[in-house]
């Protein structure tokens, strides 16, 4: 008789097989720091990787920030060599690099840990990285975006698969479930203290305003991960709006995308200014460094009609207006 799955291994199983984010001969690179969701990731995928013929291999980042930060390592370490799977390590004093590189240890951080990443997929010819993220970390994510001030995109919270190559299995489960069925299994995953000090944003969510939410309503995190999804639903449908837009109005050329002003004028102002990010994107490949108030500033622009007006974005990026056009220009 087979042995029934636990639930987290059933949602687990489920969002696989839904998002198809592992198929047959896939070469995984599992980011795993010893905590609970990290082990458990890694504690599943290795359960059932016969089940989808996928290798897996361990990538663990020592940041050096803890004192017992090298005990985790060491416990990642025997952890790989239990279930065989072939084992990573970096150390980065991500304290000093961060002061080095004028950013906060969480952006450090994760820089660090992305790069390293990409490093081991290029070395074992590996596509796929694995990230324990779940529904918790979404919903915290979530919130951290909305009090920055961010837009629709930010509100979509946490992908399940991103460039292709990111995966995030335990998405639909909660920090809860990760917890007891750690507890089941007797994985006995490292704990950071660093957790429960206030000491970065997320923290915050984390400890004091999510437990706060959670007495208004106590099931908030499903409430979050429901909103999410609808957001990103909304999302696409826009998305799919503006390439359809694009590509009935547009008037492309070497270096240059343009389109007519009359047309441009009369479209909403969420589909409009959508459509500068997206002409962006497709001239220059990216809309880094790009804000909100050069969005506005271009549809201004537009709206005023006046010939032979121009303004440069940057250094690369000119917008002019000539002939009822309005033109997007690389600058050479």
């Known amino acids: ?10 949602k687990f199983l489920k969002t696989i097989k839904e998002t198809n984010m592992i198929k047959e001969d896939d070469v995984i690179v599992v980011g795993v720091s010893g905590g609970p969701d990290s082990i458990a990731l890694l504690y599943c995928l290795n359960k059932f990787k016969n089940m989808f013929k ?9 940041h050096l920030i803890r004192e017992d930060s090298t005990d985790d390592e060491l416990f990642v370490e025997n952890v790989c060599k239990k279930m065989q799977i072939s084992f990573y390590k970096k150390r980065e004093n991500i304290i000093e690099l961060s002061k080095k590189l004028k950013k906060g240890t969480e952006e450090t951080g994760r820089m660090v840990r992305y790069n390293f990443f990409d490093e081991i997929l290029e070395k074992e010819n590996a ?3 694995a990230i324990a993220h779940n529904k918790n970390d979404n919903s915290e994510t979530m919130l951290l975006n909305l009090i920055r001030g961010t837009g629709l995109n930010g509100l979509e919270g946490i992908q399940e698969i991103e460039y292709g ?4 299995p335990f998405i639909n489960i909660s920090r809860e479930e990760i917890e007891d069925y750690c507890e089941k299994n007797h994985l006995e995953p490292r704990i950071d203290s660093t957790n429960k000090e206030n000491i970065y944003n997320r923290n915050i969510i984390r400890n004091e305003i999510l437990p706060i939410m959670k007495k ?3 099931n908030v995190i499903d409430s979050l991960s429901r909103t999410s999804k609808i957001i990103k639903e ?3 449908f826009i998305k799919d709006t503006v390439k359809n837009t694009f590509d009935s109005i547009k008037h492309i050329s070497v270096g240059e995308i343009s ?5 441009f004028n009369k479209l909403s102002k969420t589909i409009k200014e959508n459509l500068i990010l997206y002409t962006i994107e497709n001239l220059v490949g990216n809309t880094r460094n790009i804000e909100k108030a050069n969005i506005e500033d271009i549809i201004k622009l537009a709206e005023k009609n006046i010939g032979n007006k ?3 974005l940057n250094k690369n990026l000119k917008i002019s207006i000539k002939n009822n056009k309005i033109f997007f220009t690389i600058i050479k």
């Open 1 to 10: 008789m087979a042995q029934r799955l636990d639930i987290l291994e059933e």
């Open 54 to 62: 996928y290798k897996i291999i361990c990538a663990h980042i020592n």
């Open 127 to 129: 596509n796929k990285i």
């Open 165 to 168: 190559k990111y995966i995030r």
């Open 216 to 218: 208004i309503n106590p």
């Open 234 to 236: 909304e999302n696409e």
């Open 259 to 263: 389109f007519e002003i009359k047309e």
């Open 310 to 312: 121009y303004m440069e």
